[in-house]
């Protein structure tokens, strides 16, 4: 496949149901699915709808055979970056506790550091807040 097919999409979302669980129990959590194909190298962004608060983010990436770093920004809708894995190794799951309130559309953006390799890569980030 040709350099430029690799895609993101928002896989999951759960949101709470706000008819049987107390106002502070209200957790939602979205789960982002970033695919590349053997050649890919470019960032991919999702624009996500939200109001509330990340609470936490896991970033699970799986080994290559190019052994790519792999980075996670996600951008408020003023295009500031409000949080940043910076370049992670492959073959490993990142856990991060942020408190960060959003309002509006965020961009989540998913980069490696170069072509993956044979194989290609699922890269997933799961979103959980209140």
Known sequence: ??????????????????????????????????????????????????NGTIRHITLAVPNTTNAITTQLQINDNGNNTIFDTGEVAENATYNYSIDEPLSGTIDVVIGVSGEVGDGGSVIVATLRGI
């Open 1 to 50: 496949m040709a350099d430029g097919d690799q895609t993101i999409v928002l896989t999951s979302e759960t949101t709470p149901d706000t008819l049987t669980r107390a106002k502070n129990d209200d957790v939602w959590e979205k789960v982002i699915t970033a695919t590349y194909d053997d050649d890919d190298a470019t960032d991919v962004t999702l624009a996500l709808r939200l």
